[in-house]
């Protein structure tokens, strides 16, 4: 069985540009969640989608959306790309979308704002 | 709000040593999730244990090992007899019930656990 699919691995992009990153999740799994890392901050979640839904989002300006589509793959998107957001962006995928369920991660986009 | 803590931010040990990580949540929440996850060089987070705050017995699987305590908010993971392979960063994270699963995970800053042979 696959795992979390994200593509592209790797990214380098410019100040003020945009960028879209991509997850496909494990077949079957409904529940896509979306998380930053960085060396000082750690990882923090960024927003959650279910059945095509965003159900919640972290703390995080709107220059950070995303959206998921019929097939529950997902995509994220940052506008006006600043250098502070150069971090590993993980997707996780879970089957069913309570808080009991165990996540399986990608293994990242790493961005790099230049 | 809930917040986790793994005051161990590197830890090395010598190969077949055992070492403990320590983890420490708040919540506020009286049902909610307790995980672990090991992050390689390569990346991704690798799923390693749930427990729920219902469930406080302990879990053993091959050299792993967690001590769950409610009286003390912790959640602590031992290896046993650790090898080079163990080496990755570690995070503990917690998910409460009340956000439905839409909240996302709270992962603690991670420890960089090193082996050596």
């Known amino acids: 069985k696959a795992g979390v699919t994200q593509t592209p691995r790797y990214l380098i992009k410019t100040r003020g540009q945009q960028v879209t990153l991509s997850c496909s999740p494990i077949?079957?799994?409904?529940?896509v969640s979306w998380y930053q890392q960085t060396p000082g901050q750690g990882l923090q979640f960024l927003f959650e989608?279910?059945?095509?839904?965003?159900?919640n989002k972290g703390n995080f300006p709107g220059r950070f959306s995303g959206r998921q589509f019929s097939n529950s793959r997902s995509e994220m998107n940052v506008s006006t790309l600043e250098l502070g957001d150069s971090a590993l962006y993980l997707c996780?995928?879970?089957?069913?979308?309570?808080?009991?369920?165990?996540?399986?991660f990608g293994q990242g986009t790493r961005l790099t704002v230049v | 709000a809930q917040k986790v803590t793994q005051a161990q931010t590197e830890i090395s040990v010598v190969e077949k040593e055992d070492v403990t990580l320590d983890c420490v949540y708040e919540?506020?929440?009286?049902?909610?999730?307790l995980f672990w996850y090991k992050q390689p060089p390569s990346g991704e987070l690798v799923f390693l244990i749930r427990?729920?705050?219902?469930?406080?017995q302990n879990e053993i699987s091959g050299r792993y090992s967690w001590n769950f305590q409610k009286s003390t908010s912790s959640f602590n993971f031992t290896i046993t007899a650790s090898q080079v392979v163990d080496s990755a960063v570690y995070f503990c994270?917690?998910?409460?019930?009340?956000?439905?699963?839409?909240?996302?995970?709270?992962f603690g800053k991670g420890t960089h656990l090193i082996i050596q042979p």
């Open positions: 996780a995928s879970k089957r069913q979308g309570t808080g009991n369920t165990e996540a399986f």
């Open positions: 077949s079957g799994h409904r529940s």
């Open positions: 989608y279910f059945s095509e839904t965003q159900r």
């Open positions: 919540t506020r929440d009286t049902t909610y999730y």
């Open positions: 427990r729920n705050s219902f469930d406080e």
């Open positions: 994270a917690l998910s409460e019930a009340s956000g439905g699963g839409a909240d996302g995970l709270t």
